[in-house]
């Protein structure tokens, strides 16, 4: 299967020395056969750049050089019911896209790249959360908690951004869905309850391949392929 990974490759991020590794040892462990496809943002102009994809990861490393390119491929696997995976910038531009899109939000911004704007969907952290690590708590059911066969785990962070809690409650009310907090309650990860594989998370699981771990999430990512 082709895995599409939406994002600007930069062999400096760790995220992207991490995903092919995650990925390799998901098809090792799984016996699939995976092949990840790097695509830039820049290069999504036509829905056909990811015709032949049977999964999209939009990966960390925003600001993307297009935020319209990687918004087009995440509405293009919300829609096409294609699995969806998005991580740290992903998760970010997940909640954009679902904002703009689907609530029709057509103000909704980032505050990194719009921090002028009225209705900042995604606004700077209370704390930075670059090269941290804290506790997880998925809520039960939730495709999280089915990759990780529990309800908690400890997980790496690369981020200044995150939902901002203004709009949170608004947001994550219909069918997208808060699935992950952190000890205190701030929104770590959200599912789309109407898709069969949708999930973001503000933090980094493909991290773990860097110390040979298989990451629960990117197990569950080529899984739900059909």
Excluded at 1 to 19: E, P
Excluded at 31 to 44: C, L, R
Excluded at 119 to 140: N, Y
Excluded at 190 to 211: C, D, I, N
Aim: glycine residues 8%.
């Amino acid at each position: 299967m082709k895995i599409g990974l939406v994002g600007d490759y930069n062999a400096t991020y760790l995220a992207h020395q991490a995903i092919p590794k995650a990925l390799a040892l998901a098809s090792q462990q799984l016996g699939i056969s995976v092949a990840p496809e790097w695509i830039p943002t820049d290069a999504i102009g036509a829905d056909a750049v990811l015709s032949d994809c049977d999964g999209i990861w939009c990966v960390p490393g925003s600001p993307y050089r297009s935020m319209e390119g990687a918004l087009r491929a995440i509405r293009v696997a919300r829609e096409t019911n294609r699995p969806f995976l998005g991580t740290c910038g992903g998760f970010q531009h997940a909640v954009i896209e679902y904002a703009r899109n689907v609530l029709q939000w057509a103000d909704a911004e980032h505050a990194e790249t719009a921090p002028a704007a009225e209705r900042t969907v995604i606004a700077p952290l209370s704390c930075s959360l670059v090269e941290k690590s804290g506790v997880v708590r998925f809520v039960e059911g939730s495709q999280l908690a089915r990759a990780y066969g529990t309800l908690d785990s400890d997980e790496t962070y690369h981020c200044n951004y995150g939902l901002n809690p203004v709009f949170a409650d608004t947001l994550t009310t219909g069918p997208l869905r808060q699935t992950a907090v952190d000890i205190e309650g701030a929104i770590r990860g959200v599912e789309l309850t109407t898709h069969p594989f949708f999930v973001g998370t503000l933090f980094q699981p493909e991290r773990a391949a860097l110390q040979g771990i298989a990451p629960p999430l990117v197990m569950a990512f080529p899984r739900s392929v059909r």
